[in-house]
């Protein structure tokens, strides 16, 4: 394995000729804190219900101070055990001396825990926090969590989430970086290198875990754990492109889907598995199941019984079995009857316990007492970070006759149940935060604005007060309207069927617009919502996501216009939920929607998405010229000029697309190649440029062979995937 030394491969090999085969299965066996007595259910469906709203975080909290809890001590000490789900360091450290010191073989654990957007620091969810188009931001914010979940004894991320995904209605959209595989595969580069490549010292790096290989984000319908069925072409050009971006870059482990793909559940899916991850991408870690999916193999109907689902899974390639423990209850029987080779498991025995020497744990298994007291308060450094992507992912997508930004002494009534809530800036499968960290968007607000006063009115859930609707129109120059969803609506198993602005939040919206005064909506959000009617009648619309803990500044900073908002849409917005799924990077068809009857539209929806991937308005403007495309002999040389031509300084990001013309197969009309983020004074032009190697303007056809074929090519740059400068070029391969 890559970063390993020749000492550290010598002691894996030695460590394997010494163990049993007990002791090589146990290794493959990821467990967690089980509750008994009053409350029976598995630690991780616990997490579940919290992070999915049937308990509260509070409920959470008194259930693990009351409930008996076991921590598997006895397999642990046995060998049976090789991963633990725990983010307690103290606890942690137990377990690891149970496994270090009073095991046979002396290996320590892997401590693995759900860490998508921050471990203390919550930052934004990854689907806002991609709209920052910024790279850098996304390896910071991934080596903050490394060292913050480090110095808990967390030293696996099941993170980044990289799934593509096109459909708003899918609740895990949140989780992942939007609808572009180009995006999509550079957030999960900076990723890697955030969470991996700090290697100086092992508090300073964890083993990344791509998410959900592979398809996960194409489930049928936009429903959750739904199944997958997709053209070849589709799987190589668009799915798999952000998990082998990843596993170029040095990703550790991954981490099976649910989902099935064309029939073949991921989890036992060898040619997912071995031969396109393991053997075509010469993936060198190991992968895991995600919670409980070798069980349900057995439910998707593939397999018969537990035994026949951890046979299939071993055999196809899946090295830990999450949370079932059916490898080691079956897998030895399974060797011995000749079922499965004892290749198969000292494989998987070998790529685990590589992984683990490459994170040091042999060397340094337990947590310092001074790393468990870094963390105690939260670094001004963290808050930083944690506050600037935050206001890097705010979306200004309207701002009709310029009533943003707010001037500081206006009078502003302040609306929504939202507003005051800590736990709901959060952002779905967030674990580790503290209250006391969190800033709602009142407090940012109060801080701000001194002329403030605060109306609940109402919020996704619940009736509306209209004595506080009245008072609030009453008192404001400007409405501050913070309305959208709560936690529990995105996230997994959060798949909605409408995707307008829940409950009667439209109809306050009515009510406030009635009043007269200018409203601005602040949406809080984890998927993109079909916002027609908001679009067509609120003048001022801010996308604000679930921005983590630095919210309420974030808001704040930006309404007042102390920061220029440079956010820009990694997922498509539709005016409809009808029209999902919806995507900017999409087929084209023989009769192209248009007014006229006979062509692809709905009869009763706009064409195309309300809002675009790429979108985003700022405080300024920007105009764009001089598009040039110049061919050398093995790339092309792409410009084009960007002026400020407004009264403030910028930060524009610059796109350029590419269409295929006409191929062997139909190409997308367009595809995302490059971004550029450039910092503009008013008033002053830059040159934005990029090189396009000519071996990137390919594509895979459905054998999954790679073609380069001559032709027409298109090459547009903008401030959107919609409006574009476009210069057209002849290519000879």
């Given at each position: 394995m890559k970063g390993l030394t020749e000492k550290q491969i010598q002691k894996v090999e030695e460590l394997l000729s010494r163990m049993t085969l007990e002791e090589k299965i146990g290794q493959m066996n990821q467990a967690a804190t089980s509750l008994v007595g009053g409350f029976d259910v598995p630690f991780e469906e616990l997490i579940e219900m919290m992070t999915d709203g049937r308990i509260s975080k509070e409920e959470f909290e008194k259930i693990m101070s009351t409930a008996e809890q076991d921590f598997h001590e006895d397999e642990i000490r046995s060998g049976m055990i090789g991963s633990f789900m725990v983010q307690d360091p103290v606890k942690a450290n137990e377990l690891q001396k149970i496994a270090v010191e009073e095991s046979r073989m002396g290996i320590p654990l892997i401590i693995g825990l759900d860490v998508i957007h921050g471990f203390r620091s919550v930052y934004p969810i990854a689907i806002a926090e991609a709209g920052s188009f910024d790279t850098d931001l996304f390896e910071r914010t991934a080596s903050m969590a490394a060292k913050e979940s480090r110095a808990a004894g967390v030293a696996w991320h099941f993170a980044p989430m990289v799934d593509v995904a096109r459909?708003?209605?899918?609740?895990?959209?949140?989780?992942?970086?939007?609808?572009?595989?180009?995006?999509?595969?550079?957030?999960?580069?900076?990723?890697?290198?955030?969470?991996?490549?700090?290697?100086?010292?092992t508090e300073n790096y964890v083993a990344a875990c791509l998410k959900h290989y592979v398809g996960y984000g194409a489930a049928e319908s936009g429903r959750d754990y739904n199944t997958v069925s997709m053209a070849m072409h589709q799987f190589y050009n668009n799915y798999l492109k952000p998990f082998a971006a990843a596993v170029d870059e040095g990703a550790m482990t991954v981490m099976a889907a649910f989902n099935d793909l064309n029939g073949v559940p991921c989890t036992v899916n060898e040619f997912l598995l071995r031969k396109t991850l393991k053997e075509s991408l010469g993936f060198p870690g190991f992968v895991v199941s995600d919670a409980n999916a070798i069980r349900e193999c057995v439910v998707h109907g593939i397999a018969e019984d537990e035994m026949d689902a951890g046979i299939q899974a071993a055999l196809a390639g899946m090295d830990m079995d999450m949370g079932t423990s059916i490898y080691v209850k079956n897998l030895k029987a399974a060797v011995e009857a000749g079922k499965v080779p004892v290749a198969v498991i000292d494989e998987a025995a070998r790529r685990i316990l590589s992984v683990k020497m490459w994170l040091g744990l042999f060397d340094n298994p337990y947590v310092s007492e001074e790393a468990m007291k870094r963390y105690e308060t939260l670094p001004d450094s963290h808050?930083?970070?944690?506050?600037?992507?935050?206001?890097?992912?705010?979306?200004?997508?309207k701002n009709e006759g310029s009533v943003l930004p707010l001037k500081k002494e206006a009078r502003i009534s302040l609306v929504g149940n939202l507003a005051q809530s800590r736990e709901e800036i959060i952002g779905a499968?967030?674990?580790?935060?503290?209250?006391?960290?969190?800033?709602?968007?009142?407090?940012?607000?109060?801080?701000?604005?001194?002329?403030?006063?605060?109306?609940?009115c109402g919020g996704p859930e619940g009736d509306i007060s209209m004595n506080e609707v009245i008072a609030a129109g009453d008192w404001g120059d400007v409405i501050v309207a913070v309305l959208g969803e709560l936690v529990s609506m995105s996230g997994e198993a959060s798949s909605k069927a409408d995707i307008t602005i829940p409950g009667r939040q439209r109809e306050l919206l009515e009510m406030l617009m009635h009043t007269g005064k200018p409203v601005v909506l602040v949406l809080m959000n984890g998927r993109p919502l079909a916002l027609e009617w908001e679009y067509n009648y609120v003048?001022?619309?801010?996308?604000?996501?679930?921005?983590?803990?630095?919210?309420?500044?974030?808001?704040a900073r930006v309404l007042s216009g102390e920061k220029n908002p440079e956010g820009r849409l990694s997922s498509s917005f539709p005016a409809l939920t009808g029209q999902c799924p919806v995507y900017y990077n999409h087929m084209n068809t023989g009769r192209p929607g248009s007014k006229s009857k006979f062509t692809s539209r709905y009869l009763d929806a706009p064409l195309g998405s309300l809002y675009p991937f790429g979108y985003g308005l700022s405080y300024t403007t920007y105009e764009y010229s001089d598009l040039k495309v110049a061919e050398t002999e093995d790339s092309l040389e792409v410009s084009v000029k960007v002026s400020n031509t407004g009264e403030r300084g910028g930060r524009e990001t610059v796109q350029f697309y590419m269409q295929d013309v006409t191929a062997t197969l139909v190409r997308p009309v367009k595809e995302l190649k490059a971004f550029?983020?450039?910092?503009?004074?008013?008033?002053?032009?830059?040159?934005?440029?990029?090189t396009l190697p000519k071996k990137e303007m390919g594509f895979y056809d459905n054998d999954g062979v790679y073609r380069l074929e001559d032709g027409l090519f298109r090459i547009y740059a903008g401030g959107s995937s919609k409006d574009c400068l476009m210069e057209e070029v002849r290519i000879k391969f």
């Amino acid at each position: 394995m890559k970063g390993l030394t020749e000492k550290q491969i010598q002691k894996v090999e030695e460590l394997l000729s010494r163990m049993t085969l007990e002791e090589k299965i146990g290794q493959m066996n990821q467990a967690a804190t089980s509750l008994v007595g009053g409350f029976d259910v598995p630690f991780e469906e616990l997490i579940e219900m919290m992070t999915d709203g049937r308990i509260s975080k509070e409920e959470f909290e008194k259930i693990m101070s009351t409930a008996e809890q076991d921590f598997h001590e006895d397999e642990i000490r046995s060998g049976m055990i090789g991963s633990f789900m725990v983010q307690d360091p103290v606890k942690a450290n137990e377990l690891q001396k149970i496994a270090v010191e009073e095991s046979r073989m002396g290996i320590p654990l892997i401590i693995g825990l759900d860490v998508i957007h921050g471990f203390r620091s919550v930052y934004p969810i990854a689907i806002a926090e991609a709209g920052s188009f910024d790279t850098d931001l996304f390896e910071r914010t991934a080596s903050m969590a490394a060292k913050e979940s480090r110095a808990a004894g967390v030293a696996w991320h099941f993170a980044p989430m990289v799934d593509v995904a096109r459909d708003a209605r899918w609740g895990r959209v949140s989780e992942g970086p939007g609808e572009d595989p180009y995006l999509g595969s550079e957030f999960a580069r900076a990723k890697i290198r955030g969470l991996q490549g700090d290697r100086s010292s092992t508090e300073n790096y964890v083993a990344a875990c791509l998410k959900h290989y592979v398809g996960y984000g194409a489930a049928e319908s936009g429903r959750d754990y739904n199944t997958v069925s997709m053209a070849m072409h589709q799987f190589y050009n668009n799915y798999l492109k952000p998990f082998a971006a990843a596993v170029d870059e040095g990703a550790m482990t991954v981490m099976a889907a649910f989902n099935d793909l064309n029939g073949v559940p991921c989890t036992v899916n060898e040619f997912l598995l071995r031969k396109t991850l393991k053997e075509s991408l010469g993936f060198p870690g190991f992968v895991v199941s995600d919670a409980n999916a070798i069980r349900e193999c057995v439910v998707h109907g593939i397999a018969e019984d537990e035994m026949d689902a951890g046979i299939q899974a071993a055999l196809a390639g899946m090295d830990m079995d999450m949370g079932t423990s059916i490898y080691v209850k079956n897998l030895k029987a399974a060797v011995e009857a000749g079922k499965v080779p004892v290749a198969v498991i000292d494989e998987a025995a070998r790529r685990i316990l590589s992984v683990k020497m490459w994170l040091g744990l042999f060397d340094n298994p337990y947590v310092s007492e001074e790393a468990m007291k870094r963390y105690e308060t939260l670094p001004d450094s963290h808050r930083a970070l944690a506050l600037e992507a935050a206001e890097k992912s705010v979306v200004l997508l309207k701002n009709e006759g310029s009533v943003l930004p707010l001037k500081k002494e206006a009078r502003i009534s302040l609306v929504g149940n939202l507003a005051q809530s800590r736990e709901e800036i959060i952002g779905a499968w967030a674990m580790s935060w503290q209250e006391k960290d969190c800033v709602p968007i009142l407090q940012g607000m109060e801080e701000t604005f001194p002329n403030l006063k605060y109306f609940p009115c109402g919020g996704p859930e619940g009736d509306i007060s209209m004595n506080e609707v009245i008072a609030a129109g009453d008192w404001g120059d400007v409405i501050v309207a913070v309305l959208g969803e709560l936690v529990s609506m995105s996230g997994e198993a959060s798949s909605k069927a409408d995707i307008t602005i829940p409950g009667r939040q439209r109809e306050l919206l009515e009510m406030l617009m009635h009043t007269g005064k200018p409203v601005v909506l602040v949406l809080m959000n984890g998927r993109p919502l079909a916002l027609e009617w908001e679009y067509n009648y609120v003048p001022v619309i801010v996308e604000a996501w679930h921005l983590g803990i630095e919210m309420g500044h974030a808001v704040a900073r930006v309404l007042s216009g102390e920061k220029n908002p440079e956010g820009r849409l990694s997922s498509s917005f539709p005016a409809l939920t009808g029209q999902c799924p919806v995507y900017y990077n999409h087929m084209n068809t023989g009769r192209p929607g248009s007014k006229s009857k006979f062509t692809s539209r709905y009869l009763d929806a706009p064409l195309g998405s309300l809002y675009p991937f790429g979108y985003g308005l700022s405080y300024t403007t920007y105009e764009y010229s001089d598009l040039k495309v110049a061919e050398t002999e093995d790339s092309l040389e792409v410009s084009v000029k960007v002026s400020n031509t407004g009264e403030r300084g910028g930060r524009e990001t610059v796109q350029f697309y590419m269409q295929d013309v006409t191929a062997t197969l139909v190409r997308p009309v367009k595809e995302l190649k490059a971004f550029r983020k450039v910092e503009l004074e008013a008033g002053e032009t830059k040159t934005a440029a990029f090189t396009l190697p000519k071996k990137e303007m390919g594509f895979y056809d459905n054998d999954g062979v790679y073609r380069l074929e001559d032709g027409l090519f298109r090459i547009y740059a903008g401030g959107s995937s919609k409006d574009c400068l476009m210069e057209e070029v002849r290519i000879k391969f």
